[in-house]
């Protein structure tokens, strides 16, 4: 609760300026270092990874289901709780933030979900202001008591989606892609400094895929903010990503440019070859 | 390959729906069960005489209870049948407040405290395992005869029913839902109000109206131990042998239970 109304500078942060600014000569937005999961003792699902993410582009990492890509992306916001290893996010260990702390970090960690993950029986507005629950005590949330630049901004954003006439709709009467669409501008609707995207184009044919991430692409580079996007699509990812990291069983394998990605990376990656063409 | 076998027939595999061993304990449940069955007939030791006369009685009773006495209505039915439906409103209201907390407790999404799980699971069989009779004369003994026994025993004997549904509808929730706001940063009573809330809303009104429409067929028994409503008449009318007064009550209560059925289903269409 003490975070109410978190002071007059809050509506500035809306606005994309740059998290960066706040840190001057710091290029790296998030740190990770020897980051160790394992959900079963003697299971390690991430095996001591080193990770450094600019402040800045698309970052996306893939490789073969069950490899840790959603767990290394949960880790960094603790929706998994990583077993060892240290997250650094604007000079913070997240890793080691109390509740009230790791609140106070979760609010500036967008996210995005493969099935959306939006609450169904509330509208779509309602939706976009849940990301600002974070900043709003529960019993304002409870009688919808946003401030009203939140509801500006919600407005706003439901535009710059594309959804523009449907913010009374219920979430559950959108398509997936139009869903998807509602599940960035929540996320976004947190003034992020990061954006995580777990598999956000999973569950949607190919041409909504490519809106979805061209639109996610352009909004977090409006805000100059960096994302970290888990893709299976090698060829999605390469056509938004300034950056692939491959990931395979628990390792990074990969850690370059699009173009440099070849099929004997491919391979590592994902194992096998007769699937490569 | 055999000859005069269909070879077809010899490479056909098996449909196997039970393993030897769980034929046989198929077969000894149904032992078990045949068995009981017979030990309780013999135990219970029904008269013979009393069964055959059962038709007799059932005729003489007929003919007593009819014509009801209509005119018993205004006297004595009514007021009591307005109490027993605020009996059983109030304690369904009663009970939904104090099942909110304890359902909260029993969702292991919810509370991961395992003495707050224990005691809430606790909570929820005691209050279900004693029969609202039972709790009205518990009510009886402490706040003596009338409607507030009644509307208590209503209420502490839905607490298991409405906690124990709402509990589970909890449990079910999409996770996916709240899990996304307490990515946002969610102090958890916002993601209650704003994860959960909204996708138990439509279950908790049904379990409510559910719950009220059996209130009302229960606090109607209860006046029989003293704890207010329609009860008290038909007792009163049972104890004098006015079966044309019984008729009375049994037709209000018939109709009372009727009309709130209708009505429950027409709610629950509208909000569901």
């Given at each position: 609760m ?24 710091e ?8 980051l ?18 600019d402040?800045r582009?698309?970052t ?64 779509v507005i ?25 509801i ?14 449907l ?26 400094h ?20 061209e639109?996610m692409?352009r ?10 996007v ?10 938004f ?9 628990g ?15 491919l ?11 | 390959m055999?000859?005069?076998?269909d070879?077809?027939?010899m ?39 009393f ?8 005729l ?14 205004q006297q ?14 109030l ?60 509307v ?11 906690g ?25 009573t ?17 379990i ?12 109607a ?5 003293g ?8 007792n009163?009318a ?21 009309v ?10 509208r909000?569901?």
């Open positions: 003490s975070e109410t109304g978190s002071g007059p500078t809050e509506p500035e942060n809306l606005r994309g300026k740059r998290p960066a600014d706040n840190f001057v000569g290029e790296t937005a998030l740190k990770i270092r020897g160790f999961k394992e959900y079963r003792p003697g299971v390690a699902v991430l095996k001591g990874l080193d990770l450094d993410v402040c582009g698309v996306a990492i893939i490789g073969p289901s069950g490899t840790g890509k959603s767990t290394l992306l949960r880790c960094i916001n603790r929706l998994v709780e990583p077993t060892s290893g240290e997250i650094i996010f604007e000079g913070e260990d997240i890793t080691k933030l109390s509740r009230a702390g790791l609140r106070r970090a979760r609010r500036k960690i967008g996210m995005v979900f493969q099935e959306y993950n939006l609450v169904e029986r509330l509208s309602e939706n976009l202001l849940c990301g600002r629950l974070g900043y709003i005590s529960p019993l304002k949330a409870w009688f919808r008591k946003f401030p009203s630049q939140d500006d901004h919600a407005f706003e954003l439901l535009d710059k989606v594309g959804l523009g006439d913010a009374y709709q219920r979430a559950d009467n959108l398509s997936g892609g139009q869903r998807q669409r509602v599940g960035i501008a929540r996320a976004l609707m947190q003034a992020p990061i954006l995580l995207a777990d598999e956000p184009t999973s569950s949607l044919d190919p041409k909504t895929s490519v809106e979805i991430m639109l692409a909004l977090a580079g409006d805000l100059d903010i960096p994302v970290i888990n893709i299976h699509d090698v060829a999605l990812g390469s056509r990503a300034q950056r692939i990291i491959g990931m395979s069983e390792n990074i394998v990969y850690d370059g440019l699009p173009s440099g990605l070849t099929d004997t990376h391979k590592e990656i994902y194992g096998g070859e007769d699937w490569l063409q | 055999m000859t005069g076998n070879p077809v027939q490479t056909h595999r098996r449909l196997q729906r039970f393993s030897p061993l769980e034929r046989f304990s198929r077969w000894l449940v149904l032992l078990v069960v045949v068995a009981a069955i017979v030990v309780s007939t013999r135990h219970v030791e029904i008269i013979p005489e069964l055959y006369d059962a038709p007799t009685q059932i003489d009773l007929l003919n007593r209870l009819w014509p009801p006495d209509l005119s018993y209505y004595g039915v009514h007021e009591a049948l307005v109490e027993t439906l605020h009996i059983a409103s304690g369904t209201i009663l009970a939904l407040i104090l099942a909110l907390p304890v359902a909260l407790c029993s969702a292991t999404n919810i509370t991961t405290n395992p003495l707050l799980h224990a005691f809430a699971k606790l909570v929820l069989v005691s209050s279900r395992s004693v029969n609202s009779l039972v709790w009205a004369l518990l009510f009886v003994a402490i706040f003596g005869p009338g409607t507030l026994a009644g208590l025993a209503i209420a502490f004997r839905s607490v298991g029913f409405v124990k549904l709402l509990g589970e509808a909890l449990e079910e929730v999409h996770m996916g839902s709240v899990e996304a706001l307490k990515a946002t940063g969610a102090p958890a916002s993601v209650l109000l704003k994860g959960y809330w909204p996708q138990v809303m439509p279950a908790l009104w049904s409510v109206l559910f719950r009220w429409d059996i209130n009302v067929r229960e606090s028994v209860l006046g029989l131990v704890a207010g409503g329609i009860g008290v008449a038909l009163n049972l104890n004098t042998f006015y079966w044309d007064k019984v008729a009375t009550v049994l037709l209000s209560i018939f109709a009372v239970v009727i709130a059925e209708l009505v429950v289903t027409q709610i629950r269409k909000i569901i």
